[in-house]
Every structure is written in C-alpha cells, then in structure tokens.
C-alpha cells in the first residue's frame, strides 16, 4: 500500500526508519570512518544550479532513453545493495518487481539475501547481476555461470572492495553474520513487530547466492568464516579481462573515480562505467560522484556509456548528473528507503517519485527529451571554482581540476 502523504524520497526515508530495526537501517544510512564523502555525494549535486528556461513548448517531455541497448521509461537503474532483503522480507524480489514494472534495469547484488534463482522465478525478465572478485576464482567462475543460466542480461563488477571500509555504525550495532544478538539489537527487532513477523514467514534469511553454493559454506556461520577469507587485494585489471572472456553479455564496470582507470576499464573490455565512491562507504575522503564525472566523461567519450551513482535523490539529481556527461544514473539508498517503507510498493512509490521529478524539471529546464539533456542545463558551476559561466558553452561540462586532467582514453 501506497502511502498518500509522501511527497519525496525524505519522507520515505522517514517511514523506514521507524519500521526497519536499527542495525539494518544504519547499515544503509551510513558512511565509512567520518563520513565526509557520503556527505558530500548529496552537498555537491546541489551546488550545481539548473538553468531555467521558458517559453520553449514542453508539452510532449520524452523521460525514456536506452541503457546498454536496451529501452528504459528514464535514464535510471537500481544499483545493487547487499541485504536489501533484510529491510523487508524477500526485499530483493519485491524491489525487482517494482523495477521491472517501472520499465528500469534492477541489478540484484553478490551478497543479496534472496538468490539469482529466485529473482529469475519471481520476476521472469533479464536483470543485472553485480559480481565482485573473491579469492575462490572456481566459485566466481560458477557464479558467473549461474547468472548466465538465470537470464541476466549484464554483469556488473565492483572492483572498489578489495577491503572493507570501516562504518562506525555497524560496528557499534554490531552489525556482523550473523547479526551480534545483544540486548539492544534483540530489542531493536521487537520493536519491530511487523518486521518480526515478515522475516518469521519469509524461507530467505541468508545469503542466497552462496550459502550452498561455496566450497565450504552450509550456513550463515559458515559464511562468516568464507567472506572473511575473500577479500582479495590482489585484483587487477587481468581480473577484469578474465571476467570479460568469460561473460558473454554486457559488462559494467563500477567503483570508478578517476579518469585514468576509466580508461583502462574501457581497454579491459568494459561496455560501460559506473562513477562510483560506493555511496561513500569505502575510502572516505574521495571525490564525490558528480565532482569526479566531467572528467571521467570526457576521457572516455563515446567508447563505452557512463553511468552515476551516490548521492541521487530526486528528478533534479537525475538531471545535473545527465548535464555534466552520464548516460544514467544508479540509486541504491533512495530505492531501499522505498523497500524498508513499503515493500514492492514502497520502491514503485520511490520510482515514481523520481520520474515525476525528472520529468518536471526537464519541462522547467525547456528540455523535452532525455536523451538531450547536457550541458546547457546547468545554470551555475560552483563545484568548479576556475569555470564560470561565462565560459559555456565551450567547457560545458565543467573544466577538470589538475589532479583530473587527462585527454581521452587512446
């Protein structure tokens, strides 16, 4: 059930707080160590000022667009988020529900709670599937495997993990697998009720794609013990070509923040990049998304589609991401405020919220296509402080600072 007195993703975020147990909700609402790059993902997407436009007959707006060959109802998809599916029960299924019938991809995660198999049988059309490289190559090879078996339509490789960054909340929460059963968590999930009994009826409380499936790996302790051990510091680009001979489909590379490893994702086979500090929950004191995007964009040109996530949080979001060179963009905390609110219709509410958004700020922007939005919707660049706008539109897209100047990928 819808609920009629949301009128933006805050509100919605509101709502989950208060039915979402504590250690699963500050798993999502947080940041790695101070939390300045989170912070700022948000801080600096509004400091870029849209330019209105008038008079410019916007009665037919075009919100649609195409993201790696295929149609979608706006230039959006739903990033993978790992234990969506203790937000709600079976939340994977349910977000994925919502995506699809939205018209947007949904991209299930490696350490999702319900499993590559179940999103293929509940939803019955292609998603993405992220994919991280762990030690145990045999088990990725395999995982590989079964997303090409459950109908996924591209892989999405994370290579911004190779160790974990430290969230102060979750450790105070004692958020670990399985969760530290303390006095105040045990209290936190009472207080739940609903939540309680959603999770007692649901079969889908552990890690669905590889508890069962790893060497090893029987329950959720098991599983304690394997991820311990995969962190893998020794990833390198070999990786990624590995990956990519060995998948067949599209390939999206994400965790990308400089213009340089752009343009080697591109040489390792990459169709497209994904603008990412992991919603500044790995190395805090990074760029943010949108600071790092010009110059991204720019190095990789036409050679492969970019993409955005971190901090998007409304249609206008979706719209200064597109001015300053991505293709889409990706939402992960703003569709699982959705989820912890509402279940399937909780995230359908966050889509439509985001496209009615998008939408109204294009026809305010005197832009009636998707497709056409650049630069010159972008009134102000205060994130650039050595561009102003008396330079457009010959650097549109917002001069690089030196630490970012690179010229395109050879």
Same mark, same amino acid.
């Given at each position: 059930?819808?609920?009629?007195?949301?009128?933006?993703?805050?509100?919605?975020?509101?709502?989950?707080?208060?039915?979402?147990?504590?250690?699963?909700? &500050?798993?999502?609402?947080?940041?790695?160590?101070?939390?300045?790059?989170?912070?700022?993902?948000?801080?600096?997407?509004?400091? +870029?000022?849209?330019?209105?436009? !008038?008079?410019?007959?916007?009665?037919? #707006?075009?919100?649609?667009?195409?993201?790696?060959?295929?149609?979608?109802?706006?230039?959006?998809?739903?990033?993978?988020?790992?234990?969506?599916?203790?937000?709600?029960? *079976?939340?994977?299924?349910?977000?994925?529900?919502?995506?699809?019938?939205?018209?947007?991809?949904?991209? +299930?995660?490696?350490?999702?709670?319900?499993? +590559?198999?179940?999103?293929?049988?509940?939803?019955?059309?292609?998603?993405?599937?992220?994919?991280?490289?762990?030690?145990?190559?045999?088990?990725?090879?395999?995982?590989?495997?079964?997303?090409?078996?459950?109908?996924?339509?591209?892989?999405?490789?994370?290579?911004?993990?190779?160790?974990?960054?430290?969230?102060?909340?979750?450790?105070?929460?004692? +958020?670990?697998?399985?969760?530290?059963?303390? %006095?105040?968590?045990?209290?936190?999930?009472?207080?739940?009720?609903?939540?309680?009994?959603?999770?007692?009826?649901?079969?889908?409380?552990?890690?669905?794609?590889?508890?069962?499936?790893? &060497?090893?790996?029987? *329950?959720?302790?098991?599983?304690?013990? /394997?991820?311990?051990?995969?962190?893998?510091?020794?990833?390198?680009?070999? *990786?990624?070509? /590995?990956?990519?001979?060995?998948?067949?489909?599209?390939?999206? !590379?994400?965790?990308?923040?400089?213009?340089?490893?752009?343009?080697?994702?591109?040489?390792?086979?990459?169709?497209?990049?994904?603008?990412?500090?992991?919603?500044?929950?790995?190395?805090?004191?990074?760029?943010?998304?949108?600071?790092?995007?010009?110059?991204?964009?720019? =190095?990789?040109?036409?050679?492969?589609?970019?993409?955005?996530?971190?901090?998007?949080?409304?249609?206008?979001? #979706?719209?200064?991401?597109?001015?300053?060179?991505?293709?889409? %963009?990706?939402?992960?905390? =703003?569709?699982?405020?959705?989820?912890?609110?509402?279940?399937?219709?909780? %995230?359908?509410?966050?889509?439509?919220?985001?496209?009615?958004?998008?939408?109204?700020?294009?026809?305010?922007?005197?832009?009636?296509?998707?497709?056409? #939005?650049?630069?010159?919707?972008?009134?102000?660049?205060?994130?650039?402080?050595?561009?102003?706008?008396?330079?457009?539109?010959?650097?549109?897209?917002?001069?690089?600072?030196?630490?970012?100047?690179?010229?395109?990928?050879?």
């Amino acid at each position: 059930m819808k609920h009629p007195a949301v009128t933006c993703i805050d509100d919605l975020q509101r709502i989950a707080r208060r039915r979402v147990p504590r250690i699963f909700y &500050d798993y999502v609402d947080s940041g790695s160590w101070t939390e300045a790059t989170y912070r700022a993902n948000a801080r600096d997407l509004s400091r +870029l000022t849209l330019r209105q436009r !008038v008079a410019r007959n916007v009665a037919d #707006i075009r919100t649609g667009t195409t993201l790696l060959g295929n149609g979608a109802s706006m230039p959006l998809a739903l990033a993978p988020a790992g234990l969506a599916g203790m937000l709600h029960p *079976d939340g994977e299924i349910l977000a994925a529900r919502a995506a699809a019938a939205a018209g947007v991809p949904f991209t +299930l995660s490696t350490v999702s709670i319900c499993a +590559l198999e179940d999103i293929a049988r509940h939803v019955g059309q292609p998603f993405w599937f992220q994919l991280y490289i762990m030690k145990d190559r045999a088990f990725i090879a395999r995982l590989i495997d079964r997303a090409r078996a459950a109908g996924c339509s591209t892989l999405v490789l994370t290579l911004d993990l190779p160790i974990q960054g430290q969230r102060h909340k979750d450790i105070r929460n004692g +958020l670990a697998v399985p969760p530290r059963l303390t %006095v105040g968590n045990l209290l936190a999930m009472l207080s739940r009720p609903r939540w309680c009994v959603g999770m007692l009826r649901t079969p889908r409380r552990t890690f669905g794609n590889i508890v069962g499936h790893a &060497d090893g790996v029987s *329950d959720t302790y098991g599983f304690a013990d /394997w991820v311990s051990r995969q962190f893998d510091r020794t990833v390198d680009w070999d *990786d990624v070509r /590995w990956v990519r001979d060995r998948w067949q489909g599209k390939l999206v !590379v994400k965790g990308i923040l400089d213009p340089e490893d752009a343009c080697l994702a591109v040489q390792a086979g990459a169709d497209a990049i994904v603008v990412s500090n992991h919603g500044g929950r790995q190395l805090d004191g990074a760029p943010s998304s949108i600071r790092a995007l010009p110059a991204i964009a720019q =190095a990789v040109g036409d050679r492969a589609e970019v993409l955005m996530d971190g901090g998007i949080r409304s249609g206008q979001d #979706i719209v200064r991401a597109l001015a300053l060179g991505a293709r889409g %963009v990706m939402i992960g905390r =703003a569709y699982l405020y959705g989820l912890g609110a509402g279940g399937q219709d909780g %995230v359908t509410q966050c889509l439509d919220l985001l496209r009615k958004e998008f939408e109204s700020t294009m026809a305010l922007c005197g832009i009636t296509a998707a497709d056409a #939005i650049d630069a010159d919707a972008i009134a102000s660049y205060r994130l650039f402080p050595s561009l102003s706008t008396a330079d457009a539109p010959a650097m549109r897209l917002g001069e690089p600072e030196p630490a970012y100047r690179l010229s395109a990928c050879s």
